[in-house]
């Protein structure tokens, strides 16, 4: 087997920026246009905006298979006087392929995650941990949301759940862009210092340099992902309008499960090009470390402006003019 | 020296590589995120020799229609009544009115979007929820070109088959072809908020373009 050149390592770091490029404008689910997202309650004085819908989008193929997907799923999700033990497995089964497939399109806090993974050094298993801590917090959000929510009014669900949904998305992205701005603060402070700890991808590290590399990942992966997903909210009012809702809970949580590998997917595209890249650079400590300070503070200072753009819409509209 | 002595990360290097091309170098496969569809529908209505608009007919995906029968079925008999049809109006059509009914018309030259339908109603075939209303169209010509399109690409819209027939008096036969128009695109600004319904008529820096598919009517 040939090995690899110096520049096909480059090329890959590059292919690494460039992939954070796709993933910039991938990020919310956005509203559905059917529902006005107001709140049940009449003459409510604010109604928020959703944030910004995603950018990445058209009739591809992805979209008719996830159709086609989602289709079957309703098929075979039968009340339970119906339903086989064969039947049962095929629902979560399928919830699961669509999982993964629904997390595939923009959003789903991919950016985030790719993000978060190319500022810090993290240890091999931690993009799983990430992704699937995403991935539960969405959906998670999504059922306790319309467990709560059915149980405070269950005759304005449908547009009680939008409403929060907006909330939710909108705060999550100001709680994300206030989560950054700290630990861009703290990234910046490191890099003027010239005190941000050193990056040997090719040698023998300690647990520690690892376990500071990777603090607050975690606390930034939840709080970007607790709100809640769009198709768990239908597959639970779907169940819902079956007298199915423990089966629709159990649909979302295999949902989540799929939609956790794709989120870990991006996690570890990008942690493995950040290793290629201080790999390439790891004979040069005094380049890795300054590189490895800029690159983290960058990534800080691209969440919190986007979080902020991505968040504008529904922020602005908190506060209505007049 | 990197990459020499059977070093395994050229190996490693090859997955990025397939997640590359499934999560972002595929923009064809990964482009589409619809989180509900239906099938439209169309039935042209005539008097005498004019177009008066065209009934609407929307098939929802099965989760929808239960969302929906879930939330605004309030009796649960399957069916909605008065008081229910108005509260899905309200709830769950009213809005699209920010999005022009996901309707674009193209005659005498322009293209136009419906400022209001009429005649709304709501009913459940099965699983299946329909919603049928009727948009008046300002037809200025022998022939109207008219596309259903979500530019959020929220909703997956599929033409039903056959696409459109024809209602109302008349002597006419018109005809209906669905066809790609290249020529007359849809552009939008895809990093504006989801309420910015501007429309532009022609491409400027920033502007996306879609080629939502068309039904050519003549008569």
């Not at chain 1, 796709?22 to 107001?38: E, H, Q, T, V, Y």
């Not at chain 1, 997907?69 to 919830?95: C, D, K, M, W, Y």
């Not at chain 2, 339908?117 to 200025?140: A, D, I």
């Not at chain 2, 039903?160 to 036969?173: H, I, K, R």
Request: aromatic share 12%; with cysteine.
């Amino acid at each position: 087997m040939k090995p690899p050149t110096p520049k096909s390592f480059m090329s890959h770091s590059k292919a690494a920026l460039l992939c954070l490029l796709f993933f910039i404008p991938c990020s919310p689910a956005g509203a559905n246009p059917f529902l006005s997202g107001s709140s049940s309650s009449e003459g409510a004085a604010v109604q928020p905006q959703p944030v910004r819908p995603p950018v990445l989008q058209g009739p591809g193929e992805l979209g008719a298979l996830q159709m086609k997907i989602r289709n079957r799923l309703a098929e075979i999700f039968v009340p339970s006087g119906q339903a086989t033990p064969a039947l049962r497995a095929a629902l979560l089964l399928t919830a699961l392929a669509y999982g993964f497939l629904h997390a595939l399109g923009p959003g789903h806090r991919k950016t985030v995650v790719f993000t978060l993974f190319l500022s810090r050094k993290t240890r091999w298993w931690e993009p799983a941990a990430a992704g699937f801590l995403s991935a539960g917090a969405h959906g998670g959000m999504g059922i306790f949301l319309i467990l709560l929510l059915r149980m405070l009014n269950p005759l304005s669900l449908l547009q009680d759940t939008e409403n929060a949904s907006r909330y939710l998305e909108g705060g999550t992205y100001l709680a994300l862009a206030l989560v950054g701005t700290v630990f861009l603060a703290g990234a910046l402070k490191q890099l003027i210092r010239g005190e941000h700890r050193h990056h040997h991808d090719g040698g023998n590290h300690g647990a520690g340099t690892v376990a500071r590399g990777s603090r607050g990942i975690y606390l930034t992966v939840l709080t970007a992902s607790l709100f809640p997903c769009p198709g768990s909210i239908l597959i639970l009012l779907f169940s819902l309008s079956l007298g199915e809702i423990g089966w629709g809970i159990l649909a979302v949580l295999f949902l989540s499960l799929g939609m956790g590998v794709t989120i870990t997917g991006a996690a570890l595209l990008a942690r493995t090009g950040r290793e290629g890249l201080f790999r390439r650079l790891g004979a040069r400590e005094k380049g890795a470390a300054r590189l490895s300070a800029a690159l983290e503070s960058g990534a800080y200072l691209f969440l919190v402006g986007f979080s902020l753009w991505m968040a504008a819409p529904f922020a602005l509209s908190l506060f209505p003019a007049g | 020296m990197i990459g020499s002595g059977g070093y395994p990360y050229y190996g490693i290097m090859k997955i990025p590589k397939i997640l590359l091309y499934l999560l972002f170098a595929a923009p064809g496969i990964l482009a589409a995120h619809p989180h509900m569809g239906f099938t439209a529908a169309m039935e042209f209505e005539f008097s005498g020799d004019k177009m008066k608009g065209v009934w609407q007919e929307w098939r929802f995906d099965p989760f929808f229609s239960g969302s929906i029968r879930g939330s605004y079925d309030w009796n649960g008999d399957g069916r909605f009544d008065l008081d229910e049809t108005e509260a899905v109006f309200a709830g769950a059509f009213a809005n699209l009115k920010n999005y022009d009914f996901f309707i674009f018309y193209r005659t005498g030259g322009k293209t136009l979007v419906p400022e209001r339908v009429e005649r709304f109603s709501v009913w459940m075939e099965g699983n299946t929820m329909v919603y049928r209303f009727f948009v008046p169209l300002e037809v200025k010509d022998r022939e109207i070109f008219l596309s259903v399109f979500d530019r959020t690409y929220f909703c997956a819209i599929t033409y039903a088959d056959p696409p459109a027939v024809t209602s109302g008096t008349t002597n006419l036969a018109p005809q209906y072809r669905r066809r790609e128009n290249r020529d007359n695109p849809v552009y939008y600004n895809p990093l504006s908020p989801a309420d910015d319904n501007t429309r532009y008529d022609r491409w400027a820096p920033g502007l996306e373009t879609a080629y939502p598919e068309e039904l050519h009517v003549t008569f």
